[in-house]
């Protein structure tokens, strides 16, 4: 065998290291750089030199070091061990490195992706001489108390079953079957397989969008509601609550699996959400939330390439957890600075920007990692979903900026989050003007049928309310509210309590923190009511402060507490108080 | 074995480029002896082979392509660290300037530090009291938190910097474990002297590292200032368990210092010429705060940054407030009302209070009193640009009653003397005397319970 030419660096220059002189790398290679092996990745080869850009810090990298090309694409391990644990943007697990280097980050860390040591209960499910194709599921790990996993055949994978293990305890690395594909060749298939992170997983065929992802909060659910399976951006600039509002919804949603990449984001918010979701019981499973949960971190001061890679890492992990049938939601907190990362690195490639100084292929690569959700009939034939919600951090609050441009086209939901609701504290503070959500129509008819016929008109109404409120505000800003005709005041004083009463919710609430649709419902009929029994009394001659007098407007503020979300028979006695309080009203 | 490299093969701006360099790293430190004698520093911003670009901190002016003598150091930029830094004065690149000769080291840390594994820290939540209230009530500063002062020029950020230096240690129960590391970057050198003082007159000169980098001095030294002070509180707070605050003056001189290294390595600008990577640059400083597990120090920050034109979406203060964990935002009008601290408490926010402040922290009732006090104090804008339209006289009863709300709170609430210091109970009691001036009905953020008890049943 010919001895294999031996690949040394020739320059750094921050992140990106190169290589003069070789033939030997593939675009998308992985390669460890240096005596300390950083992991990096190819990405441009020339026939003069090859780039390289590294996950990790560069300094003391020298020429001369060696460059060891791995043979495959930047990959991550996909098995039993994923949920409820910690990893980097390159699938270390952070505790393992916590473990070896202590407090502080060490570099060249060479910890694998998945724990190899370990041994998982495994059931067999599939039998000797059993046609099996990709995707097939060939065995179940109880991977936490709630989460089962279904081990399945690697996608390009197909054949007969020619050998299964007994159940029992196996390593990942473990064969659990053996497959003998059409050519006659056996092929041992494990708990674990590889993936590159940048190819898509197959499926069988995509779904339409009927399911709401139900997150049990009031402005998304009932007014700009996510389909399963798909996609949504929130931008804000700083302090409007982005994050707030990713911990929220992955807290509540009713996914099967939440994977949360901290992209670029802050270290003690990580360590928040580790904390509180060992604390938080998930509702539907009685189990800690921690155990449908995979965090991604890689916080801002963590080498920015791997920061670029945390969100193809992110979405990989989801889209293999969907194969197994499963509803995945993956927050990504925030792409803006996956979108710096792109930036960084092709400044350091001396590549010709375009926008802000951001690459050409900017809105080309957001396309391609959102049309990575999506609800789809998998390979084994389930059904399964990745919903995607990422949060965009636009500079200087401005919305016009490129990343919240082209993160608008290919998403289908937009939560806007608005400064000026923030500081006046108005949580969740998503602009109803501004935001919308495409999915609407689609999923009219999921709230119709599961909740009750009349949802959807409801929320029209609501909305209605609101955009008239807005355009009402324009007039009270140069004169006052006071000059306004009975029946505009009435709208005005109906949308304060829709804005106070039921679009902000207090996330430390216990009773507001999550809401179930049949109050949320009951809640928008409840306002309507009151506004259809005001309108009558306005219609009768009678002014429209009588009512704010009443102080049922103050009583219909407070019903999202007042009202536990178990028992909703507050909502019958709040609407005969309407009727008893707007009779006494026009009898006077 | 050392080897020293004679003259230069290109000088430009703060970079020098030498050729037939061997066997040196990426960031590497290097020494550059004029024949005077002097010794300048740099470190490794790019090799391409044997061709190695050095930036030069303290400015390449006097260098021609034969009067120097190179050497590199073998390893990263570092920093000789012991207790007894406290007390001493350090120029920007860390070397002492009060002329009391070196530090004895226990050890040599680099000074780009490293990341903080998330697993390994431990989430702030003990509140430090800072005897302001605009502070203390409604941004609360938590021990182990990036807070920055939004500033512009000419308001009395330095004096609100000291005045919550000196007060937050006297409210700081183990004092032997308090230390101060103040890092000035292209200030003034009376604005440094200033500082030098009040830590004099606050008594706690004895217990305070300070980095200067004044405006006289090399430009390019201050991209090293702040890492330089990071390492040293990070010693101190996580090898000698002290409680540390890190002042850290002008974060704009420091960006329009790496603005210029940036240019002058032909880098692709980004928004307003700054670097696109001035996010992570930003982040590497600033996420060197916190609190880790099994140690029991803490690094808090307190970066002060003057926005340029008072203009809150420009890039410096735009990405640092998307990295600290909240900020404290200055506002000209309220100087010009003469108001100290002039602190716009609708636009200043602390991340961290929530977790730190009520039962077992402050006092049970401090986060409803402070949304209530936010959301009124957030109408009285609104009363007060419809007063600016239709006039006073005209406005209705509740309006006028917000805008007398609006200047007691303004000028009894968040105004207070420079050497007051407030406790909590007092911040939080006058809190509640302002929200009195309102009629109990706009009272939307209390429960029936806090309403009744502070408003009594019938108003």
Partial sequence: MMEAQRNVVYGVNGPVVTVRDTKSFFMQEMVLVGKEHLVGEVIRVTSKETLIQVYEETTGVRPGDPVEPAGVPLSVTLGPGLVGDILDGIERPLRAIAAKDGVFIGRGAQVGGLDTQKRWETHVIVSEGEELSGGSVFAEVRETESFLHRSMVPPELSGMVVWTAPDGEYTIEEPIIRLRDMNGEEHPVCLAQKWPIRQPRPFRERLPFTIPLITGQRVIDSVFPIAKGGTAAIPGGFGTGKTMT????????????????????????????????????????????????????????????????????????????????????????????????????????????AEEGFPAYLPSRLSAFYERAGSVTTLCGRRGSVTVIGAVSPQGSDFSEPVTQNTKRFTRVFWALDKSLAYARHYPSINWLDSYSEYEPDLAPYFNARIDPHFGEYRRRIVSLLLEESSLMEIVKLIGADVLPDDQRLIIDIARVIRVGFLQQNAYHPEDTYVPLEKQFHMMKTILHLYDASRTLIEKGKPASRVAESGLYEKLIRMKFDIPNTDLSGFDTLDAEIDQTVERLAAQ | ??????????????????????????????????????????????????????????????????????????????????????????????????????????????????????????????????????????????????????????????????????????????????????????????????????????GVLDHVAMFLNTSNDPIIERTVTPRCALTAAEYLAFDLGMHVLVVMTDMTSYCEALREFSSSKGEIPGRKGYPGYLYSDLASLYERAGMVKGKSGSVTQIPILTMPNDDISHPIPDLTGYITEGQIVLDRALNGKGIYPPINVLLSLSRLMKDGIGEGYTRADHASLMNQLFSSYSKVQDARALSAVIGEDELSETDRRYLQFGQAFETRFIAQGQHESRSIEETLDLGWEMLKLLPASEMDRLDPKLLAEHFGEGD
């Fill in chain 1, 246 to 353: 990713q911990h929220q919804l992955a807290k509540w949603c009713d996914a099967d699996l939440i994977v949360y990449v901290g992209c670029g984001e802050r270290g003690n918010e990580m360590t928040q959400v580790l904390d509180e979701f060992g604390e938080l019981i998930d509702p539907r499973t009685g189990k800690k939330l921690t155990e449908r949960t995979i965090l991604i971190a890689n916080t801002s001061n963590m080498p920015v390439a791997a920061r670029e890679a945390s969100i193809y890492t992110g979405i990989t992990l989801a889209e293999y957890f969907r194969d197994m049938g499963y509803d995945v939601a993956m927050m990504a907190d925030s792409t803006s600075r996956w979108a710096e990362a792109l930036r960084e690195i092709s400044g350091r490639l001396e590549e010709m920007p």
């Fill in chain 2, 1 to 202: 074995m050392i080897i020293s490299y004679q003259g230069l093969n290109e000088v430009s701006g703060s970079l020098i480029a030498l050729e037939g360099v061997t066997g040196v790293g990426y960031e590497e430190q290097a020494e550059i002896r004029m024949r005077d004698g002097t010794v300048r520093t740099g470190k490794i911003a790019r090799i391409d082979g044997d061709r190695v670009i050095v930036q030069v901190f303290e400015g390449t002016s006097g260098f021609s392509l034969e009067n120097t003598e190179t050497v590199f150091r073998g390893r990263p930029m570092s920093l000789p660290l012991s207790a007894g830094i406290l007390g001493r004065v350090f120029d920007g690149t860390g070397k002492p300037r009060d002329g009391l000769g070196p530090v004895f080291s226990d050890c040599v840390r680099d000074i780009n530090g490293s990341a903080i594994n998330p697993v390994e820290r431990v989430y702030p939540r003990n509140y430090i009291c800072t005897g302001i209230s605009a502070i203390d009530a409604l941004s609360t500063l938590i021990r182990g938190q990036k807070l920055p002062i939004f500033s512009g020029y000419g308001m009395k950020h330095n004096e609100l910097a000291v005045q919550i230096v000196s007060q937050a240690k006297i409210a700081g129960e183990e004092r032997g474990q308090f230390a101060v590391v103040f890092a000035a970057m292209g200030v003034k050198n009376d604005v440094a002297a200033y500082f030098r003082r009040c830590f004099e007159d606050a």
